[in-house]
């Protein structure tokens, strides 16, 4: 049996069996993977509150049939206490971890999406930061990271520096009123996403309801979407709609 020791995020749970939970990882050096913890829902079992959802952690399995492994050890590496202390900040870790969780498991091993993923746990876990916008500067950031960044400071479509009206997830970002098409953007939602993608992020999270957040997040959520090609669950409850043209 091949054997395997890896840190991961857990981004998904399910049951199985009367005592065993299957769970979804996104390891660091091996990518997305299923494996089966082994009585683990029992009330005796060490390993039962490691394998839960935004969990980070250390794993040791060994491979079973498939694609499957089951574990051997599972411990804890940061416990995200601030983040699963808050309901809104478990919502949007969540939104989050489902987006990953889309990602097809046939991809290879990616460190610098599971990077990516724990930075902004990590950043959900800092109380200084409001989690309102984290899940759509992560989406932006996904999308930047596999080349699929949304264009922000001319127009998408003819390189027109403006004004710039409206954005368009299918064509790959902001359009000036010649071309538009999509949904609206205000002003003020386009300085807040500019600042986000400019490297103000961490100025921006520490701002009570900037103006234009709800427009960012709707944005962020239609350019992941696409992105993926299927609509996702929780990402949706909480986003507000966007107005289209």
């Known amino acids: 049996m091949k054997e395997l020791a890896d840190e991961a995020i857990v981004l998904r749970v399910y049951k199985s069996g009367e005592a ?32 839960e959802p935004m969990s980070h952690v250390k794993i040791d399995a060994v491979k079973s049939r498939g694609d499957l492994f089951i574990t051997r050890n599972v411990q804890h590496l940061t416990r995200f206490t601030t983040l699963r202390a808050d309901y809104d900040r478990i919502a949007a870790g969540l939104a989050v971890v489902e987006v990953v969780d889309a990602i097809p498991s046939e991809d290879t091993a990616d460190e610098g999406i599971f990077s990516l993923l724990l930075r902004v746990l990590q950043s959900l876990d800092i ?14 950031k996904l999308l930047a990271y596999d080349g699929s960044e949304p264009v922000v400071e001319v127009c ?6 403006g004004p710039l009206v409206a954005f368009n997830a299918q064509v790959g970002g902001m359009l000036c009123s010649n071309c538009r098409s999509g949904v609206s953007v205000s002003p003020q939602a386009q300085a807040l996403l500019r600042r986000i993608l400019g490297g103000q992020l961490a ?8 103006e234009g957040a709800g427009e960012v ?3 962020a959520h239609q350019a992941i979407e696409v992105h993926f090609g299927r609509r996702l ?11 289209p043209l």
């Open 203 to 210: 100025s921006v999270l520490r701002e009570v309801s900037p």
């Open 127 to 140: 109380p200084d930061y409001l989690p309102g916008l984290i899940p759509a500067s992560f989406f932006f």
């Open 217 to 219: 997040a709707a944005l």
């Open 156 to 161: 998408v479509s003819c390189e027109s520096p």
């Open 233 to 243: 669950k929780v990402t949706k409850a909480s986003v507000p709609l966007a107005s």
């Open 20 to 51: 065993d939970r299957l769970a979804v990882l996104w390891t660091k050096d091996h990518g997305k993977l299923r494996v089966l913890a082994k009585g683990v829902r029992k009330t005796s079992s060490r390993m039962g509150g490691s394998l």
